[in-house]
């Protein structure tokens, strides 16, 4: 049994919570694919492969659970989908997770795992007193590989 099955069984319990095969299955799809901020519905997508009988409704209700105890990050983009990534808790991670960089050309959304903000943050409690605990930056713009093709594009014409 992995280290993060362990620990993620061990969490339900002390929540007073059942562990299920349909829960361990979600958490570890969601752990496999770290850094990729996926849907419910890419998750149901992976998750089917193990469990066909499962259904969408359950992987919801979980994501949902999982988010409640901070296993799950919620990401929103301002496209209309709400994606998922393993959290800063289950992951063992102190501080500010990542930013993200999202390409308005093909959709990809890439981690930037610098945080460059905590001198701001430091300024901006100094000047206001207000305690910052955490923040979420999101780049729009245009990756490398789509920035490539505009270029050899442009160069054709």
């Known amino acids: 049994m992995s280290a993060d099955r362990e620990k993620f069984i061990g969490m339900l319990k002390d929540k007073g919570l ?7 299955a979600i958490l570890e799809v969601l752990t496999e694919q770290d850094g990729r901020h996926m849907t419910t519905e ?3 997508d992976l998750v089917r492969k193990e469990f066909p009988e499962i ?6 209700r979980t994501v949902q659970l999982l988010l409640e105890m901070q296993l799950v990050d919620r990401i929103e983009l301002n496209d209309g ?3 998922y990534e393993i959290g800063r808790q ?3 991670e102190e501080g500010h997770y990542h930013h993200h960089l999202v390409c308005k050309s093909c959709g990809k959304i890439l981690s930037f795992d610098e945080d460059l903000l905590d001198e701001l943050e430091r300024q901006i409690e100094k000047k206001t ?4 605990w955490d923040h979420e930056l999101k780049f729009y713009g ?3 590989d789509c920035v ?10």
């Open 18 to 24: 059942k562990v299920t095969r349909q829960r361990l």
């Open 42 to 44: 890419d998750i149901y």
């Open 55 to 60: 259904g969408i409704a359950t992987v919801y």
């Open 81 to 83: 989908c709400v994606r």
């Open 90 to 92: 289950f992951s063992g």
């Open 129 to 132: 007193g207000f305690q910052i």
């Open 142 to 144: 245009m990756c490398k």
């Open 148 to 157: 490539q093709d505009r270029n050899k594009c442009a160069e054709h014409t």
